[in-house]
């Protein structure tokens, strides 16, 4: 990425790509990278995304470049026919396209190192605009580049997102970083357990203040994302830290943590801290909650075994339930939620037993157990602690909620 | 939604929140609902994503209106301060907001249902602009509405995905199909096992064509979705017929499904309709590939039971893989895959039994067994088949591209 003199205040980030306009793909790009921007003072002020036509690329890349700092354009860059960002930026920034040598270096390396040839159309991808500066792609075989368009700096990277982020993190994040002259504080309060409405109704006073600090609430499954940021010097943070204090008591125990993290993070990083395991028996969440821990590198040191216990032959077979339990109670029941938590962490010696069961739809509800209906049940030494919640939307919204309920209700038995 | 007359042709999608903007939350809305529109002759030019202020919503609603037939807006009809969607539409429209009694009717009802009382703030979302017409919401608490700025339709939806979807499903779909006077054709053909780029060079033809018929491609995860739509009329269908024909022939046996169905989908539906069934062993995807199963509808029939047997200990004690396997060849390997197999389908008298066991990284690698590097193996009565592949990206990518190859080898095992 080229170097400058100016700090990034404003950003605007661009993806292309019939898939994302017409919907095939969900671009997680751009919001992931504006998470990643706003800690070092960078104001993402607009995402748009366009087709993968060179003259919608061309036209977003000229307006944008003329309202902020920093244009990131993610896709376009791979090695098809459709793929047409190199050209549009080359027109935008009214120079041609010629093969870079660092760019061809790089391509070549890429293949080498999977022990596969170049197709032909990756010859492609070694064409830059006149000017451009190479941003080596570390995962894939595209590389990236940046151009200065007018006074802005706009940074072509693919849209794949493993090698979006990769070459944000190794590329991009550092060069913003090393252009900022003014340091910005920020706070994460997480909140799980609790409405949105019931949050906005204790912390808004603090949103619809005028900033700073700025406050802004997120919402995603059960967990409540709060951001509070300043400036970096000895006001902004002392702003913060009163903030951050009122929100505390606002927020009570459904603050679960104060950093970036997900609540299966905050779970992993606190059970090896304290050397403590777990076991999970899903029925209705049907591997999403060990799929959750196991998201988190480092989780195998926790988790010591999963179980998806879809059909009632499984809950017996693996995890003992009982059939009188099941034909008395049901499959979706406090009893079996607990039969379930209990056996699966017996069976593994873990510290604590995790168990979901119940009903995530279409189908399968009933009168006295209506869809979105579930038991949440973990066991350790001491007790068996049991919630019963109904929760809301389709299927996918009630195995997500469960997930979050789940780890929330682990949370409060760990302290 | 309010009726018309004149078909709609073209669509904007405006997503609107700070947590959008500044990346805490993905929106999945707009590429879902683009999906959706396309089949009904709607193609969406653009998507912005703008913050939770009056005035970027009041601007870019004003901006899209005058552009395109509809305008879908995302967010911000919650009960929060924030929440200002309804208000930028007013000023948009040039009208003021006034209490719908409808919108009234339904927000109680919402709570009635939940056995809840309303919170105050929840009155805020039954404020609409005058002449709006409500749009009901089946799953939470805030109502939609439409409302004419201009020539185009501007429908307000909330934000959160299963309520977005469950609005656009009931209410907006049917209004766009009831108003559509040209029926369009689309073919879906969906690609597993094959790299982007050689995807593209096998059917570029078709995409660089000018058309009728249009034809884009996307991949995800090592699935690349391939989309042909024509008019609907005879000569329209012949096209997309031949064109169909002849990608089906450059495509080979990659080719999946001919539906617009993930891989998933297709593998429960077809065990379901021979009444076969799998079991599954997961370690470096841990619970991701019993979750793909258990996301759709109807897998319990399919779905015996998964193991998350993340750890050795786990491997041997539920799967009976060998201390010897374990210490000769390496929990990551082609021997432990197989034992996994058909251990699994063993235990549970599964048709198929499945496995993975991986390095997904960032830590775990070595020399010989480098991060990305997975064994993959899907046993039944006839045989047990095993691959190995070395995955790029990071360990969500890793995780993802292991699920879909896994899935593809039981897909081929079927045939």
Same mark, same amino acid.
């Given at each position: 990425v080229t170097a400058g003199l100016a700090p990034i205040r404003t950003a605007a980030l661009l993806a292309t790509?019939?898939?994302?306009?017409?919907?095939?793909?969900?671009?997680?790009?751009?919001?992931?990278?504006?998470?990643?921007?706003?800690?070092?003072?960078?104001?993402?002020?607009?995402?748009r995304v366009v087709g993968d036509g060179l003259a919608p690329i061309r036209d977003a890349a000229v307006e944008l470049a003329a309202r902020v700092g920093l244009v990131v354009v993610g896709g376009g860059i791979g090695p098809t026919e459709d793929d047409r960002t190199r050209e549009a930026l080359a027109n935008a920034a009214g120079v041609e396209l010629v093969v870079d040598a660092e760019a061809q270096r790089q391509v070549a390396a890429f293949f080498a190192r999977?022990?596969?040839?170049?197709?032909?159309?990756?010859?492609?991808?070694?064409?830059?605009?006149?000017?451009?500066?190479?941003?080596e792609n570390p995962v894939g075989s595209a590389p990236g580049f940046s151009v200065a368009i007018g006074r802005a700096t706009v940074v072509a990277l693919p849209g794949?997102?493993?090698?979006?982020?990769?070459?944000?993190?190794?590329?991009?994040?550092p060069w913003v970083a090393a252009r900022r002259s003014e340091p910005v504080e920020t706070r994460f309060l997480q909140v799980v357990g609790l409405p949105e409405s019931v949050v906005g109704e204790r912390i808004g006073r603090w949103m619809t203040a005028p900033p700073p600090p700025l406050v802004s609430m997120t919402v995603e499954?059960?967990?409540?994302?709060?951001?509070?940021?300043?400036?970096?010097?000895?006001?902004?943070? &002392?702003?913060?830290?009163?903030?951050?204090?009122?929100?505390?008591?606002?927020?009570?125990?459904?603050?679960?943590?104060?950093?970036?993290?997900?609540?299966?993070?905050?779970?992993?990083?606190?059970?090896a801290r304290r050397g403590?395991?777990?076991?999970?028996?899903?029925?209705?969440?049907?591997?999403?909650?060990?799929?959750?821990?196991?998201?988190v590198p480092g989780s195998s040191d926790v988790l010591l075994e999963?179980?998806?216990?879809?059909?009632?032959?499984?809950?017996?077979?693996?995890?003992?339930?009982?059939?009188?339990?099941?034909?008395?109670?049901? &499959?979706?029941?406090?009893?079996? &939620?607990?039969e379930l938590a209990e056996n699966v962490r017996r069976r593994t010696g873990a510290t604590f037993g995790l168990s979901t069961t119940g009903v995530a739809g279409p189908s399968g509800g009933t009168a006295a157990t209506p869809v979105g209906t579930v038991h949440l049940a973990v066991a350790s030494e001491r007790a068996t602690v049991h919630v019963a919640r109904r929760l809301p939307?389709?299927?996918?919204?009630?195995?997500?909620?469960?997930v979050v309920a789940l780890l929330d209700l682990l949370r409060r038995e760990m302290r």
């Open positions: 790509g019939e898939e994302l306009v017409r919907g095939a793909v969900v671009d997680t790009n751009s919001a992931w990278l504006a998470r990643k921007l706003r800690p070092l003072g960078v104001e993402v002020v607009e995402v999977l022990g596969r040839t170049p197709s032909p159309s990756n010859a492609r991808q070694a064409s830059l605009p006149r000017g451009a500066t190479v941003v794949v997102p493993s090698e979006f982020r990769a070459m944000v993190e190794s590329a991009l994040l499954f059960g967990v409540v994302h709060v951001c509070a940021s300043d400036r970096g010097d000895a006001a902004g943070r &002392a702003r913060l830290d009163r903030c951050a204090a009122e929100l505390r008591t606002a927020l009570g125990d459904h603050l679960f943590s104060d950093r970036d993290e997900t609540l299966a993070q905050l779970l992993v990083r606190e059970l403590q395991t777990v076991a999970v028996a899903e029925s209705c969440t049907g591997g999403l909650v060990s799929a959750a821990f196991t998201d999963g179980c998806v216990v879809y059909t009632e032959a499984a809950k017996r077979r693996t995890l003992g339930v009982t059939e009188e339990s099941l034909a008395r109670h049901g &499959a979706v029941s406090e009893v079996v &939620a607990r939307g389709d299927r996918d919204s009630v195995r997500r909620f469960a």
